[in-house]
């Protein structure tokens, strides 16, 4: 080999390095976008973390993610140390350097920048904080974190350039180098993010759901692409949640996929029969089915009808009760498919709980079919979190999801996606934050992947996402702020993770804090504040260490 050759080698070993095989970190390629920074995935570029390790006992590894354009940036130390930590902020240097420096060794420099100091800074308003961890106080344990398949996402992925392309989205969200998802929603048929509506059985009459057995031809890709997903994340065990939108038009009492709805009464076994068919039918496709909903927003068919255009099916929690009572309840637990998890409600915070109490009083225990009472976040920050609270007392022991969650859906939102918004992600934390801290077990969130639009949605319901694909090229596609945000509480919060106690002394800082199957501590701290702060975590059990945060940043801190 002539040494040119082995140069060439060499440099093609570093990019493959650069660009990563499975578990490796490579660092976000940041973009500065229209209201801050995104990261730019391409099919041989896309960043990724390996998931931190401990050397011993006293050590701890930090996540962190700023506003300025901090993404995952991990750094090492250790308790007991006096000296104050320092996480540095992103900052962006006019760098003189060699026109022959690639992008990546560019990249690799920022990620090294990107780790502790240990030299004082002249702060001007330093906070603090203390965080006391009580591993010995726990709470609920976590099922995991998901976001949504629908047709829209599927139809962007399809039209990507190159296949590595949608392999880097599905590892970016699902991979444990990724944000270590566990759980997925696709929707029974379509839903609005889709490119019209659709349903199996949809020809007039069909009562006996013949060619139920058989794909959807509107599925057959969207089933291979998240076998494709399964198989190149390595995810071993992905939860997947059924929910349907709309029965077919011949079974409502409209005639129609939405609009003032419901089901006809003489279809409620044909439609709980219906919900077995699919389950059997994904799962005869390679897909078994972890958990089926009552149905989306119910209530959209009711109450809603002028302002949701999309398919939708009207239940109030009376026939809710009756179906899922009468009909879905018994051919569920009566079937080969009796320990699929059963969630109510799949609605708004402002039915909590007042939908479950009535259900009970039309058919007295009908609340004992669900496994699970699932929720839309879209109105939380209007009512307030004592509704759940009275719901987790009214029905206690049920699995809490939050099963829909994306920002852009109010008419005083900007509907479109806003690349680079540090705000929405911070939307995104405190919601987290907020219904984990009142008992919430999960969180799947919607379409893991839109257009700069928000779409496609056959109804032009745009709304933001985690992932905004370029379809000008379908060459590329940028993680947005939110994309970090949900991975700091996914990625090193596995299923199984029991929540613990972690009350900070002051507003400084909000948090929560986990007990991994590991035995390991994983804690989020969000620092919302326009200033840094010195953050000194208290564990009666390891000891103490002091870092300092940037202003608007959001850390995951794992120790053991
Ligand atoms: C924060 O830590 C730094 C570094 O140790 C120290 O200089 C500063 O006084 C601390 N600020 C507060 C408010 O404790
Ligand atoms: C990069 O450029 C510098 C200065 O122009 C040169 O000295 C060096 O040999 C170059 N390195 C490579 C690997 O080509
Ligand atoms: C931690 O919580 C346990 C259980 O509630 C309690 O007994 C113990 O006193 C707490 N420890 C500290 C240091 O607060
Ligand atoms: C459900 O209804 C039955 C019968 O009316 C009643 O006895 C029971 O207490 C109710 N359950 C709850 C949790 O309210
Ligand atoms: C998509 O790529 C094209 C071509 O590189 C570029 O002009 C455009 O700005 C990109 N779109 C976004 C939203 O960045």
Same mark, same amino acid.
């Given at each position: 080999?002539?040494?040119?050759?082995?140069?060439?080698?060499?440099?093609?070993?570093?990019?493959?390095?650069?660009?990563?095989?499975?578990? &490796?970190?490579?660092?976000? %390629?940041?973009?500065?976008?229209?209201?801050?920074?995104?990261?730019?995935?391409?099919?041989?570029?896309?960043?990724?973390?390996?998931?931190?390790?401990?050397?011993?006992?006293?050590?701890?590894?930090?996540?962190?993610?700023?506003?300025?354009?901090?993404?995952? #940036?991990?750094?090492?130390?250790?308790?007991?140390?006096?000296?104050?930590?320092?996480?540095?902020?992103?900052?962006?240097?006019?760098?003189?350097?060699?026109?022959?420096?690639?992008?990546?060794?560019?990249?690799?420099?920022?990620?090294?920048?990107?780790?502790?100091?240990?030299?004082?800074?002249?702060?001007?308003?330093?906070?603090?904080?203390?965080?006391?961890?009580?591993?010995?106080?726990?709470?609920?344990?976590?099922?995991?974190?998901?976001?949504?398949?629908?047709?829209?996402?599927?139809?962007?992925?399809?039209?990507?350039?190159?296949?590595?392309?949608?392999?880097?989205?599905?590892?970016?969200?699902?991979?444990?180098?990724?944000?270590?998802?566990?759980?997925?929603?696709?929707?029974?048929?379509?839903?609005?993010?889709?490119?019209?509506?659709?349903?199996?059985?949809?020809?007039?009459?069909?009562?006996?759901?013949?060619?139920?057995?058989?794909?959807? *031809?509107?599925?057959?890709?969207? /089933?291979?692409?998240?076998?494709?997903?399964?198989?190149?994340?390595?995810?071993?065990?992905?939860?997947?949640?059924? #929910?349907?939108?709309?029965?077919?038009?011949?079974?409502?009492?409209?005639?129609?996929?939405?609009?003032?709805?419901?089901?006809?009464?003489?279809?409620?076994?044909?439609?709980?029969?219906?919900? $077995? %068919?699919?389950?059997?039918?994904?799962?005869?496709?390679?897909?078994?089915?972890?958990?089926?909903?009552?149905?989306?927003?119910?209530?959209?068919?009711?109450?809603?009808?002028?302002?949701?255009?999309?398919?939708?099916?009207?239940?109030?929690?009376?026939?809710?009760?009756?179906?899922?009572?009468?009909?879905?309840?018994?051919?569920?637990?009566?079937? *080969?498919?009796?320990?699929?998890? $059963?969630?109510?409600?799949?609605?708004?915070?402002?039915?909590?709980?007042?939908?479950?109490?009535?259900?009970?009083?039309?058919?007295?225990?009908?609340?004992?079919?669900?496994?699970?009472?699932?929720?839309?976040?879209?109105?939380?920050?209007?009512?307030?979190?004592?509704?759940?609270?009275?719901?987790?007392?009214?029905?206690?022991?049920?699995?809490?999801? /939050?099963?829909?969650?994306?920002?852009?859906?109010?008419?005083?939102?900007?509907?479109?996606?806003?690349?680079?918004?540090?705000?929405?992600? &911070?939307?995104?934390?405190?919601?987290?934050?907020?219904?984990?801290?009142?008992?919430?077990?999960?969180?799947?969130?919607?379409?893991?992947?839109?257009? &700069?639009?928000?779409?496609?949605?056959? /109804?032009?319901?745009?709304?933001?996402?985690?992932?905004?694909?370029?379809?000008?090229?379908?060459?590329?596609?940028?993680?947005?702020?939110?994309?970090?945000?949900?991975?700091?509480?996914?990625?090193?919060?596995?299923?199984?993770?029991?929540? /613990?106690?972690?009350?900070?002394?002051?507003?400084?800082?909000?948090?929560?804090?986990?007990?991994?199957?590991?035995?390991?501590?994983?804690?989020?701290?969000?620092?919302?504040?326009?200033?840094?702060?010195?953050?000194?975590?208290?564990?009666?059990?390891?000891?103490?260490?002091?870092?300092?945060?940037?202003?608007?940043?959001?850390?995951?801190?794992?120790?053991?």
């Amino acid at each position: 080999m002539s040494a040119s050759k082995g140069v060439l080698l060499l440099a093609v070993l570093l990019l493959i390095a650069a660009i990563g095989g499975r578990g &490796e970190t490579v660092p976000c %390629k940041v973009k500065d976008a229209e209201q801050g920074k995104v990261c730019v995935c391409t099919a041989d570029y896309c960043d990724y973390l390996e998931n931190p390790t401990l050397t011993d006992d006293t050590e701890f590894a930090l996540i962190s993610s700023s506003k300025q354009g901090l993404r995952f #940036a991990t750094s090492h130390g250790h308790f007991g140390t006096e000296d104050t930590y320092t996480v540095q902020d992103y900052t962006v240097e006019p760098v003189p350097e060699a026109k022959n420096k690639t992008i990546f060794s560019r990249l690799l420099d920022q990620a090294l920048d990107s780790a502790f100091t240990l030299e004082s800074r002249e702060s001007t308003i330093t906070r603090f904080v203390t965080l006391k961890v009580n591993r010995s106080k726990t709470y609920q344990t976590m099922t995991g974190f998901g976001g949504s398949y629908t047709g829209a996402v599927s139809y962007l992925v399809d039209n990507f350039k190159q296949p590595e392309l949608a392999d880097h989205l599905y590892k970016s969200f699902y991979a444990e180098e990724g944000l270590g998802f566990n759980l997925m929603r696709i929707s029974i048929g379509g839903c609005d993010f889709d490119l019209g509506a659709w349903a199996y059985a949809e020809e007039e009459d069909n009562t006996m759901l013949d060619g139920m057995d058989e794909l959807d *031809e509107r599925d057959v890709m969207r /089933v291979g692409h998240i076998k494709r997903l399964v198989e190149v994340s390595g995810i071993k065990n992905l939860r997947i949640k059924g #929910a349907a939108w709309s029965a077919p038009p011949w079974m409502k009492t409209n005639n129609r996929w939405t609009g003032f709805g419901r089901l006809k009464k003489q279809y409620y076994q044909t439609w709980a029969d219906y919900h $077995l %068919k699919w389950v059997k039918l994904m799962e005869d496709n390679g897909l078994p089915i972890w958990a089926i909903s009552t149905g989306n927003e119910p209530l959209n068919g009711i109450f809603f009808m002028y302002f949701v255009k999309f398919m939708s099916m009207g239940w109030t929690p009376q026939t809710q009760a009756i179906w899922l009572n009468d009909h879905l309840g018994p051919t569920i637990r009566n079937s *080969e498919f009796k320990d699929i998890i $059963l969630f109510g409600n799949d609605d708004q915070r402002y039915s909590f709980p007042h939908w479950f109490k009535m259900m009970n009083y039309t058919r007295p225990n009908s609340v004992d079919y669900l496994d699970g009472l699932s929720l839309h976040w879209y109105w939380d920050e209007i009512f307030g979190s004592s509704l759940i609270d009275e719901t987790t007392d009214y029905a206690p022991d049920k699995l809490l999801i /939050v099963s829909e969650s994306c920002i852009g859906d109010k008419p005083w939102q900007r509907s479109a996606p806003v690349l680079g918004s540090w705000e929405r992600a &911070e939307k995104y934390t405190r919601a987290f934050l907020e219904n984990i801290k009142h008992g919430f077990h999960a969180w799947i969130d919607w379409n893991i992947i839109l257009d &700069e639009e928000g779409g496609p949605n056959y /109804v032009d319901n745009t709304v933001d996402a985690p992932v905004i694909a370029n379809t000008t090229t379908n060459e590329e596609f940028y993680k947005q702020p939110m994309f970090y945000a949900m991975g700091h509480f996914s990625k090193l919060v596995p299923e199984g993770s029991i929540r /613990v106690d972690a009350v900070p002394s002051n507003v400084n800082l909000d948090c929560v804090a986990f007990l991994r199957p590991d035995k390991k501590i994983a804690a989020v701290l969000f620092n919302s504040g326009r200033a840094d702060t010195n953050i000194t975590v208290v564990d009666s059990e390891r000891g103490q260490f002091t870092v300092n945060v940037p202003a608007k940043s959001i850390h995951t801190l794992l120790y053991s």
